[in-house]
């Protein structure tokens, strides 16, 4: 979405812009997508895939021509839910502006920020008592970086700076609710914050067959995938070319390394696919023993599993930390081929992430989409 919006940002063009704000129930996007009305009327990106397309569009026409930014919501039309609502009962908080050099002067350091895969988050306010300060915003750097904009107090500033490097840190899109000057319990302040961190990491320890599949899905879900293993002859580009690299390393040394200069945390999963104890163990002694991280699996048979419990036991890993192995690595889907078994190991990963159970959907009541992020511990 950026990619089409800088163009018209850098001519000096005006955008209407719509973004997601807040979600409830089975809404079908998520806080952060959204879509653009360009200065000619061009349509781009989508909401609610297609349910409040066009009501959207005809409001970002008018923000673009009166310049007042509008939150508005969408839910299901009591009289028809097919006219204006979401057909699939949910509900979605959409914050509606006027894009420019004149209301985000900053949007050209941002741009260049997310492509050099350096964090920033981008806070707007899109409710306030005082309608001249719905649309403020901050540009907040992590820990010790600059901070840009402002909300409309010193104190909003203040308490919006810590959360959002709380969220930036995390890789966490939200919206913040504060009192009008900035007050932690209260109301009246509605704050979307928008995090542009680098792409989520997944490291994958053994360059076999099975570990080219995983590859080439974790690419497809976004991660930057590393593919590592000690012995050259297997860990080659060809071999990965969807890899965004190739390491030749003993895993446990590579990792170690990551650790060291700060690249691991709560959004890494590993992989660890070699199933051959010389080079699992020691990689998942450090694995295991990270504060955070977003998952760990090894592949392996209930064999193989049974006797890398031991090993790690007898290197000192604690039953807590073995609880944070995924072993046998991913879900029961019934998978033989390569391909069958990264999509496996993939849906375990989205349903730790999302806290799903991996049941069948057509077997389950109440909603499908699970909005709150599951967190490890």
């Known amino acids: 979405m950026l990619a089409d919006l800088l163009p018209w940002w850098e001519a000096g063009r005006s955008v209407g812009m719509a973004t997601v704000v807040a979600t409830f129930r089975s809404a079908p996007r998520q806080p952060g ?3 653009l009305v360009g200065p000619e009327g061009q349509a781009v990106g989508s909401v609610s895939g297609g349910c409040v397309e066009g009501a959207v569009y005809e409001l970002a026409q008018t923000v673009m021509a009166t310049g007042a930014p509008v939150l508005q919501r969408y839910g299901v039309s009591d009289d028809d839910a097919f006219t204006v609502g979401l057909t699939c009962g949910g509900i979605l908080d959409l914050f509606i502006e006027d894009v420019s050099r004149r209301t985000f002067p900053e949007l050209g350091e941002v741009a260049a920020d997310i492509a050099a895969e350096r964090p920033v988050a981008v806070a707007t306010v899109v409710e306030h008592p005082d309608p001249v300060l719905i649309g403020c915003r901050l540009v907040v750097h992590p820990e010790g970086g600059a901070v840009s904009g402002t909300l409309g107090s010193e104190r909003a500033d203040a308490a919006l700076i810590d959360d959002v490097r709380g969220l930036l840190g995390a890789g966490r899109t939200e919206t913040l609710t504060y009192g009008p000057d900035g007050e932690r319990r ?17 490291l ?15 690419s497809f879900l976004g991660y930057a995938v590393t593919v590592c293993d000690a012995r050259p002859v297997f860990a ?41 104890p010389k080079f699992d163990v020691p990689v ?3 694995a295991l023993r990270l504060p955070e991280v977003g998952y760990v699996g090894a592949m392996g048979s209930r064999r193989t599993h049974e006797d890398r419990t031991r090993r790690l036991l007898d290197a000192g890993l604690t039953a807590e930390e073995l609880s944070r192995l995924a072993s046998p690595i991913g879900l029961d889907l019934g998978a033989r081929t390569p391909e069958e078994t990264a999509v496996s190991i993939a849906a375990e990963i989205i349903a730790l992430r999302w806290g799903g159970g991996g049941e069948r959907l057509g077997e389950l009541a109440g909603p499908i989409h699970h909005h709150e992020p599951y967190e490890r511990v």
């Not at 209260?186 to 997944?202: D, I, T």
């Not at 580009?237 to 060291?260: G, I, M, N, T």
């Not at 999963?269 to 051959?276: R, S």
């Open 204 to 218: 994958v320890f053994g360059a076999i067959d099975f570990a080219a599949a995983v590859a080439r899905v974790g």
């Open 33 to 35: 997508a959204s879509m």
């Open 236 to 276: 080659t580009a060809s071999r990965f070319p969807e890899a965004d690299e190739v390491v030749v390393q003993w895993p446990h040394k590579y990792l170690a390394q990551e650790v060291a200069a700060g690249r691991i945390d709560q959004r890494t999963v590993i992989c660890v696919l070699t199933h051959d």
């Open 284 to 286: 998942l002694e450090i």
């Open 186 to 202: 209260g109301e009246g302040l509605r704050v979307f914050v928008a995090s542009y961190a680098p792409r989520m990491r997944m």
